[in-house]
Structures are given as C-alpha cells and as structure tokens.
C-alpha cells in the first residue's frame, strides 16, 4: 500500500513580493484619497469661514444703511464711491449725544485692493458730542487712521476686480440715492476650484429726504396787481411745502398763491422759497414789469 505524501511547499518569493508591492500600491492610493478629501475638507472650511464672516458683515452693512439718516441736509451719504462709502446714520448703542441731539454717527466702508488676491473690508466708526459733526477726512486711503476710533478689518479674503466694484447705486447725485446695492466676491485659494462665492445684497434707504423743486409763475394783471403762483413746486417725497415770496428783499407772502399789490410800478424781482419738512429749500425768480 502506497502512503500519500503531503505537499509542504509555500509562496514563493516572488509571489511574496508581487503581493507585499500590491498591498503598498493600494495603501498609497487609500491614503491619497484620504489626503484628498481632506486637503478638500479644509479647504472648503475655511472657504465657508470667510464666506460666513462676509456674510456676517454684509448683514450689519444693510441694518446701518436702513438707519442712514442727515436730518436737515439733502443726503446721508458724504461719499458714494465703487469701494468707498461713507454715510450717517442714527447712533443705535447711544454713544453719540450731547449737543448731538439726532445721536447721530458716521459709518465708512472701504475696500483694501492691495493684495487682489486677498482685497479687505475696513469698517470705520464716527461719533461726536458737538452740534455739529466733525469734518470729514479728505483722504480717499483704505484704512484711514486718522479716524477715531481707528477703522478694522471685517471682511477678508475678498477677489473684487477692478471691474466689479463693491457698491453700486440708484443714482449718480448723492442726493438722490435711495438704493444700495453690495456684491462681495469671496475666494480664500483664488485659482482653484469651485472658484470664489458671491454675496449679494440690496438695500432701500427709507429716510432719504431729498430738495423740494420750486416753481413759480409771475403774472402782471393792472393796477400794479400781480398774481404769484408757486403751487407747480414738488416735493419727490410727497411732503408738505412751505412757501415764502419776497418782493427783491422784502418777505410778502407765505401761500403757495398770491395776489400782491406792488408799491409802484416797473420791472420788478420775486424770489420764490419753498421748504419740506426736512428742512431743505429750493429757489427760483421770476422777473415781471408791473403796470
């Protein structure tokens, strides 16, 4: 009877080593994949990081703007520029008082375009107690610290291009703004993807109070009788008016229509003065040779 012999052979070393170079190939490849998604993960974390910190502040930009108010001058805006701006506004924490009775403060925004491809927001606060507000600094630079307190950075990681300027507005007159419009282009790996986010947002100024527009007509009817009529003056806000005539230097009259007997005849000068609530004016003349 034949004994069956057990075959005692193994790997050989080549097998061995063909298995140790696989086994090492798809570790490396497992930990690249790791090593992506990671490097991915970070990146897209503080890519939200900056987005949220812009976001934060483009929230507050647009709650200060909805304040913006310059009770008896024609604009709250001092300065409406593509990446700076400056307006006043009503004081919410109180620190402005004194003979500042409005508690108004002055709010500037600016672009830092040094790095254009890490641009920064400065934000720059202004109170004061007096009457009136301090002038305000002629220096166009960002950051102006000449400002007290000294402006800081709330935004970071900004990409605007000179083409695509931060603010943009209704109208060119500061006067005549009533809406504010804010895009922020946020990229902290400029060059890579998904690319830089987009904040967008708009803003209605509520308490913009714009110059009335004075008209007024002058008609000679005899007997050294002239009818004045300012009633076609208006107000872009629909306030009431106020009307005061004057005859060269002298006030006649304060109803939008009036009929006035000159004190001789000749060519004569009224002067016109209409004024809304808000305190601002408008002025026109009229010229008329009174028989």
Not at 252 to 262: E, H, M, T, V
Request: charged fraction near 15%; hydrophobic fraction near 40%; charge should be neutral.
């Amino acid at each position: 009877m034949r004994t069956a012999v057990r075959r005692e052979g193994g790997f050989m070393l080549i097998e061995l080593l063909i298995a140790a170079a696989i086994m090492v190939v798809i570790l490396l490849a497992t930990l690249a994949v790791f090593d992506s998604s990671l490097h991915t993960h970070q990146r897209n974390s503080t890519q939200n990081d900056a987005q949220d910190a812009a976001r934060t502040e483009v929230d507050r930009f647009a709650r200060e703007l909805r304040n913006a108010a310059s009770p008896g001058q024609p604009t709250a805006f001092e300065r409406a520029g593509g990446n700076d701006l400056v307006f006043t506004m009503v004081d919410p924490t109180g620190t402005s008082g004194g003979a500042n009775v409005n508690r108004l403060r002055r709010v500037r925004y600016c672009l830092d375009t040094s790095v254009p491809t890490n641009e920064k927001l400065w934000r720059g606060v202004q109170t004061w107690t007096t009457a009136t507000p301090p002038a305000l600094s002629a220096s166009s630079f960002c950051p102006d610290f000449s400002w007290n307190p000294q402006p800081v950075i709330v935004a970071d990681h900004i990409v605007n291009s000179a083409s695509q300027p931060i603010f943009s507005y209704d109208s060119a007159n500061p006067a005549n703004i009533t809406q504010v419009s804010a895009n922020l282009f946020v990229d902290y790996h400029p060059g890579t993807a998904p690319g830089p986010s987009t904040l967008r947002t708009t803003v209605a100024i509520r308490s913009t109070a714009q110059a009335p527009t004075a008209s007024a007509t002058a008609t000679a009817l005899g007997n050294r009788q002239v009818l004045l009529n300012g009633g076609a003056s208006t107000d872009p806000s629909d306030q009431a008016l106020t009307y005061t005539w004057y005859d060269g230097a002298t006030k006649i009259g304060s109803s939008a229509l009036l009929n006035y007997l000159a004190p001789a005849t000749g060519t004569r000068t009224f002067t016109l003065t209409v004024a809304n609530a808000a305190g601002l004016t408008s002025t026109t003349t009229r010229t008329v040779n009174v028989t």
